[in-house]
């Protein structure tokens, strides 16, 4: 078996007082792409510039491609980790021309194959009608893409971004994400993503790592991370959540809306938590969402309306509908929920 591209084992670093990483381990497999996803000050940054060799680890290990790049006492400066790196600032020298930028990194071997290295990282992610051109006649997008192909140009078995999309505004930042992912696909290099935007991550990475406080509290799939969060944490990044508490009997939790399995001790507390989406919602009061509500606030956002619900004790709901048919504000409806995409978790 090779390596993985890139092995964290028990990494802590502190900035004086502030523990920003605090024995973290991760692991990306050659071709893999995985994102650490938190929110901000969580550590994420910290975890990129250990990998690239910006900061010296306090404790713990860090290998690229099998090799010990970094420990107490032993650190491998980041130009020897050969290691692509993308930041939010993209950061392209102004003073040289596109090509010269892409080519920043490339041995100056012979000028003909390193023409060839440039125009091929550029052509992966279209730039290739720019290569003349310089930073400053560049739209933001065009920019990131070209940090992007500066960072391929080397072909580095390890390319590491930290939010490399958020300088750029909504429209434009899906754009620069696909052409990014088919670059990063294409070259088949491992890559750790850095983001606190849980779509985009789910968008990019085949494995997601979330952190909290310098620790990593869950990883998986995209789908597993949104299907089966282990914590509230999880679940409530992953997008807005309805809770509802309520006590642990005989392995279930009483909610107005039914009873939910809850595999904790008898007469804990626990919360149910669920997502708008599973929240359904009866418009004739012929269907299974049996309980009586009304609708208090109605947003349309075009691929599906947002409302928020309220019980007759009071209690609001948040709830996404799809489509365009939906309840007026003021409206009696039903209201429901799918147990299977009901979370449990032992209140805080
Ligand atoms: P993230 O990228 O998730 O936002 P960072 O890794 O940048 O988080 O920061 C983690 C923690 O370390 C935060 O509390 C932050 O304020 C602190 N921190 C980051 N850089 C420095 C620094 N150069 N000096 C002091 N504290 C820092
Ligand atoms: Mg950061």
């Given at each position: 078996?090779?390596s993985?591209?890139?092995?964290?084992?028990?990494?802590?670093?502190a900035y004086?007082?502030?523990?920003a990483?605090?024995?973290l381990?991760?692991?990306?497999?050659p071709?893999e792409?995985v994102?650490?996803l938190?929110p901000?000050?969580?550590?994420?940054?910290?975890?990129?510039?250990?990998?690239?060799g910006l900061?010296e680890?306090?404790?713990?290990?860090?290998?690229i491609?099998?090799?010990?790049?970094?420990?107490?006492n032993?650190?491998?400066p980041?130009e020897s980790?050969n290691?692509?790196?993308?930041?939010?600032?993209?950061?392209?020298?102004?003073?040289?021309?596109?090509c010269?930028?892409?080519?920043?990194?490339?041995?100056?071997?012979?000028?003909?194959?390193?023409?060839?290295?440039?125009?091929?990282?550029?052509g992966?992610?279209g730039?290739?009608?720019?290569?003349?051109?310089?930073?400053h006649?560049?739209s933001g997008?065009?920019?990131?893409?070209?940090?992007?192909?500066?960072?391929?140009?080397?072909?580095?078995?390890?390319?590491?971004l930290?939010?490399?999309?958020?300088?750029?505004d909504t429209r434009?930042?899906e754009?620069?994400?696909d052409?990014?992912?088919?670059?990063l696909?294409?070259?088949?290099?491992?890559?750790?993503?850095v983001?606190?935007?849980?779509?985009?991550?789910?968008?990019m990475?085949?494995?997601?790592?979330v952190?909290?406080?310098?620790?990593?509290?869950?990883?998986?799939?995209p789908i597993?991370l949104?299907?089966?969060?282990?914590?509230?944490f999880?679940a409530?990044?992953?997008g807005e959540?309805?809770?509802?508490a309520?006590?642990?009997?005989n392995?279930?939790?009483?909610t107005?809306?039914?009873?939910?399995?809850?595999p904790?001790?008898?007469?804990?507390e626990?919360?149910?938590?669920?997502?708008?989406?599973a929240?359904?919602?009866d418009?004739?009061?012929k269907?299974?969402a049996?309980?009586?509500?009304?609708?208090?606030?109605?947003?349309?956002?075009g691929?599906?309306?947002?409302?928020?619900?309220?019980?007759?004790?009071g209690?609001?709901?948040?709830a996404?509908?799809?489509?365009?048919h939906?309840p007026?504000a003021?409206a009696s409806?039903?209201?429901g929920i799918d147990?299977?995409?009901?979370?449990?978790?032992p209140?805080d």
């Amino acid at each position: 078996m090779s390596s993985p591209a890139l092995m964290l084992d028990m990494v802590s670093y502190a900035y004086g007082q502030v523990q920003a990483v605090a024995e973290l381990s991760l692991n990306v497999a050659p071709g893999e792409v995985v994102c650490l996803l938190g929110p901000s000050g969580c550590g994420k940054s910290t975890v990129l510039r250990l990998a690239a060799g910006l900061e010296e680890v306090q404790a713990g290990r860090v290998f690229i491609n099998g090799q010990l790049v970094g420990a107490p006492n032993h650190h491998v400066p980041p130009e020897s980790r050969n290691v692509g790196l993308v930041f939010q600032d993209f950061a392209l020298f102004p003073h040289l021309s596109v090509c010269d930028n892409v080519g920043f990194g490339l041995r100056p071997a012979d000028a003909a194959r390193r023409r060839e290295r440039i125009m091929a990282a550029l052509g992966d992610v279209g730039l290739a009608h720019l290569d003349q051109s310089f930073p400053h006649m560049l739209s933001g997008g065009e920019q990131q893409r070209a940090a992007l192909a500066r960072a391929l140009a080397p072909e580095p078995k390890l390319v590491l971004l930290d939010e490399p999309f958020s300088g750029l505004d909504t429209r434009l930042r899906e754009q620069v994400r696909d052409v990014t992912v088919e670059a990063l696909r294409k070259s088949g290099t491992a890559t750790l993503m850095v983001t606190h935007d849980a779509e985009e991550a789910m968008f990019m990475a085949d494995r997601i790592a979330v952190m909290r406080e310098g620790r990593i509290v869950q990883e998986g799939t995209p789908i597993d991370l949104y299907r089966r969060p282990a914590s509230l944490f999880v679940a409530a990044f992953f997008g807005e959540v309805n809770r509802l508490a309520g006590t642990v009997k005989n392995g279930e939790v009483s909610t107005r809306f039914g009873r939910v399995p809850a595999p904790f001790a008898d007469g804990s507390e626990a919360e149910v938590v669920i997502r708008p989406e599973a929240i359904l919602v009866d418009l004739d009061g012929k269907g299974v969402a049996t309980v009586p509500g009304r609708v208090v606030s109605v947003h349309p956002l075009g691929r599906s309306t947002r409302l928020v619900l309220a019980l007759e004790d009071g209690t609001r709901m948040k709830a996404r509908i799809w489509g365009l048919h939906h309840p007026a504000a003021g409206a009696s409806v039903g209201i429901g929920i799918d147990p299977r995409q009901a979370f449990v978790f032992p209140a805080d």
